[in-house]
């Protein structure tokens, strides 16, 4: 199994400013997830990001707010941008397994708080 | 990928079985059933996987019955680490590599001592 480290595993940031989360993996995977999972609630997916080119953004999330890189094929950053005291949520990447279907690995995590 | 639906929580004394069905009435002929445990703090953690039938790995059971519009995970034998959230998932195959993890609501699952 791979794995993912995330950093930071928390923060608390001020409204309107941006934080960077990194998101590493011990093996090269062709895809890599973003998502978020909002106090409470379940996961949902923000995009996709496959080394080589622009992430693949889902409904209702877009680059401007959410920039990834994907420079390599162990590592990523998601930006969250011009943050809002709605964007407190945990942030959580995962990567592809060759085991089987839909069977991904996930990180830690990253607990994000806005004031 | 087809809906799902699974209680939104259940409680079970340590040392029992624990059975949580999802229910996914529009499964298409390819899909397979996934099921991952979420911890506090912690990211998803896959759990088990199965197509038709019943499937069993160290950690659980699956019971698919024939006409796959549901599925059961069995955890036997609970203990308190087994409280977490538990979700169901559907998925094709198709898409193997490049899935798009479509996470339901889940059911959380509280171990009493």
């Known amino acids: 199994s791979a794995v993912i480290s995330q950093k930071p595993s928390r923060d608390i940031c001020q409204r309107g400013t941006s934080l960077t989360i990194q998101c590493q993996v011990d093996?090269?995977?062709?895809?890599m997830f973003w998502y978020r999972q909002q106090p409470g609630q379940s996961l949902t997916l923000i995009a996709t990001a496959n080394q080589g080119s622009e992430a693949t953004y889902e409904s209702g999330f877009v680059i401007d707010k959410f920039p990834i890189s994907r420079p390599n094929l162990t590592f990523s950053t998601l930006t969250v941008s011009n943050m809002s005291p709605e964007d407190s949520s945990i942030y959580l990447c995962?990567?592809?397994?060759?085991?089987?279907?839909?069977?991904?690995?996930f990180g830690p995590g990253t607990r994000l708080t806005v004031t | 990928l087809a809906k799902t639906t699974q209680p939104i929580s259940m409680d079970s004394y340590e040392g029992q079985e624990v059975n949580i069905t999802c229910s996914h009435n529009?499964?298409?002929?390819?899909?397979?059933i996934t099921w991952y445990q979420q911890f506090p703090s912690q990211g998803p953690r896959f759990i088990i996987q199965?197509?038709?039938t019943k499937v069993t790995n160290e950690v659980a059971s699956l019971f698919i019955p024939a006409d796959r519009k549901s599925s059961t995970l069995s955890l036997p034998r609970v203990s308190l680490s087994d409280t977490a959230v538990y979700y169901c998932?559907?998925?094709?195959?198709?898409?193997?590599?490049?899935?798009?993890?479509?996470f339901g609501t889940g059911t959380r699952l509280t171990i009493i001592p």
């Open positions: 199965g197509y038709k």
């Open positions: 529009n499964i298409a002929t390819n899909d397979y």
């Open positions: 995962s990567v592809e397994s060759r085991r089987g279907v839909y069977e991904q690995y």
């Open positions: 998932l559907v998925g094709d195959e198709s898409n193997f590599g490049n899935e798009k993890l479509t």
């Open positions: 093996s090269q995977v062709t895809m």
